[in-house]
């Protein structure tokens, strides 16, 4: 019997805004690192705190924006004040304009643990931001031209954003294949598959 796959559609309208100016809403400096997602073990962002520490430390000018809420709160403030990244680390709480974040940084860290097959990373694809993501994140399946994957340890983590650093023109190249891949999974194009999957399904039931 004939499989059919039908990966997540981005809902490419709510992303359509102006980007946020993260510098100014949150004082920070430097790049600006986004990670969307509750604040939860499975999203590994205590590695990514610690990955802004090897980086500030290897005199990296790089912030951190967790953009989400959960029960890790108070450890992921804790942990960014006993590294003394207090100025350099924002959590926002819970937000509806994810569109305005991901438009105002400059590289998405998605170091999970593991995942289902979320829409993070094909949204900040679509607003044209590259990625750092764990192995573990499955939307490499489609995404992995797009991206720098990296493990679950804050060196991985700290090594792919170094990449994305030093080499604007890598930044580019994913950015591009990052629009060029979601463009292939919008929701217009989710729908006209998904009712051509049922047109041949009833067609071959009726012979």
Not at 4 to 10: G, S
Not at 25 to 32: Q, S, T
Not at 85 to 92: F, I, N, P
Request: glycine letters at 10%.
């Amino acid at each position: 019997r004939k499989k059919y796959v039908l990966h997540n559609a981005v809902d490419t309208g709510r992303l359509e805004c102006n980007p946020h100016d993260l510098h100014a809403m949150y004082g920070l400096r430097g790049r600006i690192l986004v990670g969307l997602g509750r604040f939860y073990d499975q999203k590994n962002f205590e590695g990514a705190i610690r990955a802004l520490k090897i980086l500030v430390d290897g005199g990296r000018d790089v912030s951190l924006v967790l953009v989400g809420d959960g029960r890790k709160w108070a450890m992921y403030d804790a942990l960014a004040r006993e590294l003394g990244l207090q100025d350099r680390v924002a959590l926002t709480g819970y937000r509806r304009d994810v569109g305005a974040f991901l438009r105002g940084a400059d590289i998405l860290v998605m170091p999970s643990l593991f995942e289902g097959f979320g829409n993070v990373h094909l949204e900040a694809m679509h607003c044209g931001l590259p990625a750092v993501v764990s192995r573990f994140v499955p939307s490499l399946e489609i995404a992995a031209e797009a991206s720098v994957v990296c493990d679950c340890s804050p060196e991985s983590i700290a090594a792919g954003v170094i990449e994305l650093l030093d080499e604007p023109q890598r930044c580019r190249e994913l950015a591009d294949a990052g629009r060029r891949i979601v463009g292939l999974h919008t929701m217009d194009r989710y729908m006209a598959r998904l009712f051509a999957i049922y047109d041949e399904v009833l067609r071959q039931s009726c012979r």
